[in-house]
């Protein structure tokens, strides 16, 4: 940190509690933001290039790679627009096991990020391990939230960081439903500590900011969307995952090796938990509606930090439905379905913990990639992120200036940034004149 007559500067050497690689820098005149850019620096990481040339089959192995955390949703997403070019309907019995995969993931993501990446900026602790100091017991509830989590990721995907079982067309495995059932105890214990979870995170201290966004996620009209569906937005979009290029436009920013999107004609959007919860908060589990409810969250919630509430409510709705899919389970038989390649282009999206993720590919006669697009949440709500800096600064700018930095990172890890899957690094310069 550095101070003059003239500039206040910020220097965040290592931005914690995110992932990747970015940096902001802010210049203020008086009271006025005159600039505030919000960049990411990492060197891009050329998946969709490598892609080309590879077999169809290969894409749920490698897209696996883009991130540890979320390796679910790249491998979703790229299988259902393969099977989209291939004519491929897997059924009910592989798509229950595939959300069951999916909802490990998501149980594993939101425990790690409510519990050890975001309640610590409430409480006033720097990380994860010095709130367990304090509170030894609520850090274990979420260790083993998380845990679960892995658990199921494990049984379902053969492991738990990039998934090997999963496949375009099912799984390359059965599961047996002994398996399944084996964890069954402690997807109980996992929905009681989900409840209270929402019980705890409701009440803590959220600084006041209510941005008007538009909300974007998928939707379908048989559960809360996860694994598939139509996207929507609270703005009246209602689209088909193939008329993306259409809706949404990518941009290059100089200040960044990452692309921002936005709605065409409409400007930034935000995607995530908000938006699920405003565009499919009906569909929740009832467990999980009722405690949205108590919460205080009404048909939509606008305000950035209670975000993690909503994570909470949708750990209620994730333990839930693992329960209802494992004691419903019927090992589908065959465990995949395979068609002849075909040349085409398919489009597919899914929700992962962190938003909505789209992917296309286009195929040759015999089945290999010809070009591949992948857009992840995070570059579909960096301009959010610089817009919702942007509102929350002006309130804030007379107090010291550990708190701003404090205040803006707590920003930022509001939308849980998946950056890369790479070391953590965010410099914040605040200029004053």
Not at 77 to 100: F, K, P, Q, T
Not at 293 to 298: I, N, Q, T, V
Not at 351 to 368: T, V
Request: proline letters at 6%.
């Amino acid at each position: 940190m550095h101070n003059t007559d003239t500039t206040r500067s910020f220097d965040v050497a290592a931005l914690s509690r995110v992932e990747g690689e970015g940096s902001l820098r802010i210049r203020v005149e008086g009271n006025t933001i005159t600039d505030l850019e919000f960049s990411i620096f990492e060197t891009p990481r050329f998946y969709e290039a490598f892609l080309r040339g590879r077999h169809y089959q290969e894409v749920t192995d490698i897209t696996a790679r883009i991130c540890g955390i979320c390796p679910v949703a790249y491998q979703t997403s790229a299988a259902n627009a393969m099977e989209r070019i291939l004519g491929i309907d897997v059924g009910h019995g592989i798509r229950d096991l595939r959300l069951l995969l999916y909802l490990g993931e998501w149980i594993e993501s939101h425990a790690l990020h409510v519990y050890l990446l975001h309640a610590p900026d409430f409480l006033g602790y720097p990380g994860g391990i010095e709130m367990a100091a304090d509170h030894p017991d609520i850090v274990k509830r979420g260790l083993r939230l998380k845990k679960l989590g892995n658990a199921i990721m494990a049984a379902v995907g053969g492991r738990e960081i990039h998934p090997v079982n999963p496949r375009v067309g099912g799984f390359w495995s059965g599961i047996r439903p002994e398996v399944l059932h084996a964890m069954r105890p402690e997807i109980e214990w996992a929905l009681d500590a989900a409840l209270a979870t929402v019980e705890w995170t409701m009440g803590l201290p959220f600084p006041e900011l209510t941005p008007e966004y538009e909300f974007v996620a998928v939707h379908d009209p048989d559960d809360y969307a996860v694994i598939d569906g139509r996207i929507r937005s609270s703005g009246g979009l209602d689209i088909d995952p193939a008329e993306w290029n259409e809706t949404f436009v990518e941009e290059q920013v100089e200040r960044s090796n990452a692309l921002h999107a936005r709605i065409v004609g409409r400007g930034s959007y935000l995607a995530g938990p908000m938006a699920r919860f405003a565009i499919n908060r009906e569909l929740l589990h009832p467990l999980a509606l009722d405690a949205a409810a108590r919460a205080g969250l009404g048909a939509q919630e606008s305000n950035p930090f209670k975000s993690i509430i909503i994570r909470a409510v949708e750990l209620v709705h994730a333990t839930a439905r693992c329960l209802e899919l494992v004691d419903g389970y019927v090992e589908p038989t065959p465990s995949f379905i395979e068609r002849p390649p075909r040349a085409g282009e398919g489009h597919g999206v899914s929700e992962a913990p962190r938003g909505l993720l789209f992917h296309r590919y286009r195929l040759d006669e015999s089945g290999h990639i010809t070009d591949a697009q992948i857009i992840p949440p995070t570059s579909q709500v960096q301009l959010t992120m610089e817009e919702d800096l942007r509102a929350l600064l002006p309130g804030i700018l007379d107090r010291p200036d550990e708190e701003i930095r404090h205040t803006v990172e707590q920003a930022i890890r509001n939308f849980d940034p998946c950056i890369s899957c790479a070391t953590h690094f965010l410099t914040l310069e605040i200029e004053r004149t």
